[in-house]
């Protein structure tokens, strides 16, 4: 069964370091996610892309964070100045074509800010 | 903020159906009933969704009342491995100009005891 990939799995970074999340969505999915989840807090949207643009992005998405589709299986997350409050489990999600389709997620990516 | 209120926290026999109930009392016509589930820090799991009438697939049940302003997920034998958080969320089910990002709210801790 097709699955999303994110990579790495345990990301630890240095406060104001530069990092990337990696995602490989759904082979055939055209709309792409990304969701945080704070330690015991609830999951949270970030943003979502489509056609090669942001669709929409929650206040959360602010400057130091960007999206892009550098190929044609990747979808990346940055952020630009690593915060301590960034610390989180990172999720990536697709979905097949509509915005209402189902989104399946993938096993995240736990960003540590030290 | 999630449109839905569910229970905190649930028990269940392993073996036994777990009924989780969700209420959705603003829930619009256009408005599907999602339900996933997250074990761990796993990422959300897709369990099923429906908009008027009840449906079944191979993991759950879900019974949606006749004035849809409330629903319940079946799992019809729980096992241990079900024991994880459930969410329920209502998302819109016509394309355009409405945000396709899920809204998750703080779900249902389901314990599935031997």
């Known amino acids: 069964e097709p699955e999303v990939t994110q990579t790495p799995s345990h990301q630890v970074t240095q406060m104001g370091q530069e990092v990337i999340l990696r995602c490989v969505p759904i082979?055939?999915?055209?709309?792409f996610y990304w969701y945080r989840q704070i330690l015991g807090q609830k999951v949270e949207f970030l943003v979502s892309?489509?056609?090669?643009?942001?669709?929409?992005k929650s206040e959360i998405f602010d400057d130091q964070f960007s999206v892009e589709r550098p190929d044609g299986s990747n979808f990346t997350l940055k952020i630009r100045s690593t915060k301590l409050e960034d610390s989180a489990m990172y999720f990536c999600?697709?979905?097949?074509?509509?915005?209402?389709?189902?989104?399946?997620f993938g096993p995240g990516t736990r960003l540590t800010v030290l | 903020d999630a449109k839905t209120t569910q229970p905190t926290s649930m028990d269940c026999a392993e073996g036994r159906a777990a009924n989780l109930p969700c209420n959705h009392s603003t829930i619009s016509g256009n408005e599907y009933v999602y339900w996933y589930r997250q074990i761990h820090s796993q990422g959300p799991q897709y369990i099923i969704h429906g908009l008027k009438n009840n449906e079944t697939n191979e993991m759950a049940s879900l019974i949606i009342t006749e004035d849809r302003k409330s629903s319940t997920l079946i799992l019809p034998h729980a096992t241990l491995r079900d024991t994880a958080v459930y969410y329920c969320?209502?998302?819109?089910?016509?394309?355009?100009?409405?945000?396709?990002?899920?809204?998750f709210g703080k779900g249902t801790k389901l314990s599935v005891k031997p």
């Open positions: 999600a697709s979905s097949e074509g509509l915005l209402t389709d189902t989104q399946y």
């Open positions: 969320i209502v998302r819109v089910a016509v394309y355009g100009g409405s945000q396709g990002n899920l809204i």
């Open positions: 082979s055939n999915h055209l709309y």
């Open positions: 892309f489509y056609n090669n643009e942001i669709s929409e």
